[in-house]
C-alpha cells in the first residue's frame, strides 16, 4: 500500500469529513476491476494495465478532461503498487514542496532501497522553475512522475520533463460508461445507494447522462442532488423506496457544461475541427462546431479570420468569390453584431462548406522555400529595358505576349536553374478545373521553349534528357521500395489506434511489427515468426526497447494450422485478444479462401482483419514486357507460353478470393476485397535476371526444365538485351478485409 495517508483513506485534499464525503469521492474506484472506461489505457492487454499490475511504471502524464479519470487512476496505481506514493498539488504546493518529496524519496532510495511514485496533480500550474525542479530527479530514476493535467502537455509541460514520460490521453466517458458509473453507484450499498431502491421516471437518469458531457463527477454530483433531495430527510431507513422524478433531474443539472477554453486546449480544438470540417466540404459539421464556439462564448472576430484563411486556402481558384463572399459576411456582421448576426457567421460557414476545393495557392509556399535555397538571376530578357536597354541588352528578346494571338506566346519566365520546376498544381474543380487543362497546355510549351534566343535549341533538350536520366536512376529503385509501398497500403486501409492491441501474420512479420510499434505505442504487438532470422530481426530491433514495450515475438512451425498458431500466440503473449490482426501472404497456398478466413475469425473473434495477398497471374510478367523486342519470334512466343502455364499454376497458391468467399455462409459478413495495382516506370537490371534465371530460384529452375540449359542461356541474354530500354510494370495485390464476429471467451 502507499505511504501516503490521503491516498490509503480514500481522501483527497479538500474533501468534506467521512460523514458528509460528497457522492463523486464516496464512489471514487480502487481498483483496475473498479475503474470505468478508457478502455483504449487500461483495458485487458493494454500496455498501461500491464505495467500497474506488474508494478513497473514508468514516469507517465494522464492529459484528459475533468471527470474523464485522471486521479482516480492515480488513487489505483497508489493502492496496488510496493513502492512508496507522494501526492503534490500544483496549485497548493510550491518549488519548497518539491525538494522536500525528493529529498524524502532520495533518502528512502538509499537507506531501504525503496522507490517513490510522486504523483502531481495539475502539473500544467507549476511554471517552468517549478517543473525543472523535478527534471534531474526524474532522469536519475529517484522518483516516478505521474502528472496529470486537462491541457495539451506538449504545450503546458516542461518539454524535457514530456520527453521523458509516456503520456496518455484520456478520453471523455461516452454515455454507455456514464450508465455504468449510474449504475455501479446505486448497486453499491456501502458507499453508495444500493441500501435504498431508487427508481427513476421515464427519461429522468438518460437527462442526468445525457447533459453530464462525459464528466463522471458531473454525473455523480447531479445523481446526489437529485437521489437525496427527494426525501424529507436524509438518509431514509434502509430498504425505503426513492422515486425521482425527472423534474428533479433537471434541476440538478439543468444546461450541459460545455469544456472551452477561450486560451486552452479546447479553445484550439474546436477551431481545428471547424476548419477541417469546412475544408471536408461537411456543412453539418461546420455548423455544429460554429455553434459550439459562439455557445462557449468564442471572439467571433476569430471565426471570421479563420473563414478568410479558409477560403484562399482551401476554396482558393476553385470558387474565387469565396474570399468576397466571407467578406461581406464580416462586414454584414460588423454594422449588425449579435445575436442577428449569427446568421452571417452560418452563411459565411455554409458558403465555404458547400464550395468546391482547392489548395493549389500552396505552391506560393513551394516557391518561398525555393528562393530560400537556390540562388536565380533574373535574365536578361525580362529585365527592366527603360533604363539600360542600350548598354546592356536589357529587354532585348522579351516577347509581348499582346502581340500575338489569344495574347499568349511560348516562352520562359523562370530562371534557367528553375526550368521545369512547378509550383502550381491547378485543381479540377469549379472554376479553376475551367482553367486547368489550358494552364497545363502553356506549361508544356513554357517548357520547350529555350530561356534564351541566342542559346542554341540543343541546351533545352540536354537539360531535358539529363532530368530523364536522374528521374530513371530514381525508378530503379523502385523495385527495392516495392514491400515498403505494400507497408503502407496496408496501414493505410488498417487505420491502426494508438492504443490497439496488434497481430501480425504471414511474410515479412518484422517488417510490419516495426510500423505497429511506432502506430500503437500504447497497446500491444505481437508477431507471429517461422524462422531464426525473422526472430532475430525483432529481437534486434527491439533491444534498446524497455521489457514492456518490446513486441512480442511467437515462434511458429511453418506448417502451423490456424488454431495452433493461436493457441501459441496465447501461450507467449498472455493473451488472445486483437483489435487488429494483419499481414502480408496470410492465406495458404492452396485451399478454398473462405475456408482459411474462417479459421482465422473463429481463432480471433472481434478482431479487424487487414490482409494483403500477392496476385502474381494479374501482374505483369518479363515476356509481356521485354518479348516485343525479342529479334526471335518463335522464342519470344514460346517464352509467353512458358510464362501463361508457369503462373497458371501459380495461381491456386494465391487464389483471387472474390469469386470463391464471397457467397459463404462461413465468410464474415463484411468481407471485403481491394484489387491495388501499382505500375512504375523501371528498367530491370541485368543483375536482376540473372538472379530470376538462376538454378536458386523456382521460376529459373522450371524455366531451364522447360527450355533447357543451352536455350534457357539464350533466352537469357535476349531478356538482357530487351531490357536496355525501360518498361512499365505492374504488380498487383489482392486486400483482404473483414472484421471476425464475437468476442473472445478466452479473454
Sequence with gaps: MSDNPLFQSGALPGDAPASGVPLAARMRPRTLEEF???????????????????????????????????????????????????TLNAVLDGVQ???????????????????????????????????????????NGTIVLIGATTENPFFEVNRALVSRSRVFLLQALGEADL???????????????????????????????????????????????????????????????????????????????????????????????????????????????????????????????????????????????????????????????????????????????????????????????????????????????????????????????????????AQAYLPENLKGRVFYRPGSMGHEGHVRDAVLVRREAQLLAPDDDSAPAAWTWSASANRSREWLERAEGERANALLAVRVSLFEKAAPARHDRVLVLGRFTSLFAWEALRRCPDGTVVATVASDGEAALI?????????????????????????????????????????????????PRSGDTHTAVSALAASFPGARFVLAERAPSEGSTLSEVLSPAFADRTMAERFRAFERGFFLDASPDRPDPHDKACGSSHAPEDLRFMKETRTTERRISEMELRSWFSDGNSYGRALVGHFGAEAADTLLTACIEAARRPVTWKSTFTYVLFRAPGTDPRA
Design 539 to 587: 529481437d534486434r530491433y527491439s533491444d534498446s526497447l524497455p521489457e514492456i514495450e518490446r513486441p512480442v515475438s511467437v515462434r511458429i512451425g511453418s506448417g502451423d494450422a490456424v488454431p495452433a498458431v493461436a493457441e501459441s500466440v496465447k501461450a507467449a503473449a498472455g493473451f488472445a485478444v486483437f483489435d487488429l490482426v494483419l499481414g502480408m501472404d496470410v492465406l
Design 36 to 86: 470505468i472506461g478508457q478502455e483504449h489505457i487500461v483495458g485487458p492487454g493494454r500496455l498501461l494495465r500491464r505495467a500497474i499490475q506488474k508494478d513497473a511504471l514508468s514516469s507517465l502524464i494522464l492529459s484528459g478532461p475533468p471527470g474523464s479519470g485522471k486521479t482516480t487512476l492515480a488513487r489505483v496505481i497508489a493502492g496496488s503498487t510496493a513502492r512508496r506514493f507522494v
Design 179 to 409: 450508465v455504468k458509473v449510474a449504475n455501479q453507484t446505486l448497486g453499491d450499498r456501502e458507499r453508495g445507494y444500493g441500501a435504498w431502491k431508487v427508481l427513476f421516471e421515464d427519461g429522468a437518469l438518460e437527462h442526468l447522462v445525457a447533459i453530464a458531457d462525459g464528466d463522471a463527477r458531473n454525473l455523480l454530483n447531479a445523481l446526489e442532488l437529485a437521489v437525496e433531495t427527494e426525501t424529507e430527510a436524509w438518509p431514509p431507513p434502509e430498504g425505503a423506496e426513492i422515486r425521482v422524478s425527472k423534474h428533479a433531474c433537471e434541476e440538478s443539472i439543468q444546461r450541459r457544461a460545455v469544456l472551452y477554453d477561450k486560451d486552452g486546449d479546447y479553445h484550439y480544438d474546436c477551431i481545428s475541427a471547424f476548419i477541417k470540417s469546412l475544408r471536408g466540404s461537411d456543412p453539418d459539421a461546420a455548423l455544429y462546431w460554429l455553434a459550439r464556439m459562439v455557445y462557449s462564448g468564442e471572439d467571433p472576430s476569430l471565426i471570421i479570420r479563420r473563414m478568410l484563411v479558409s477560403a484562399a486556402e482551401d476554396v482558393g481558384l476553385a470558387d474565387p468569390q469565396a474570399v468576397a463572399v466571407v467578406d461581406s459576411c464580416a462586414r454584414a456582421f460588423e454594422r449588425i453584431g449579435m445575436p442577428e448576426g449569427q446568421f452571417h457567421l452560418a452563411q459565411a460557414a455554409l458558403y465555404l462548406a458547400t464550395a468546391p476545393k482547392s489548395n493549389s495557392s500552396l505552391g506560393f509556399f513551394d516557391a518561398l522555400a525555393s528562393v530560400g535555397e537556390e540562388r536565380a538571376d533574373v535574365s536578361d530578357r525580362l529585365k527592366d529595358g527603360s533604363r539600360d536597354a542600350a548598354g546592356f541588352g536589357h529587354g532585348e528578346g522579351y516577347k509581348y505576349p499582346h502581340a500575338y494571338r489569344d495574347h499568349w506566346v
Design 97 to 139: 514542496a518539491v525538494r522536500n518529496a525528493v529529498e524524502d524519496a532520495r533518502s528512502n532510495l538509499e537507506l531501504y532501497g525503496r522507490r517513490t511514485i510522486l504523483f502531481v496533480d495539475e502539473v500544467h500550474r507549476w511554471n517552468k522553475s517549478q517543473q525543472d525542479a523535478l527534471l534531474p530527479w526524474v532522469e
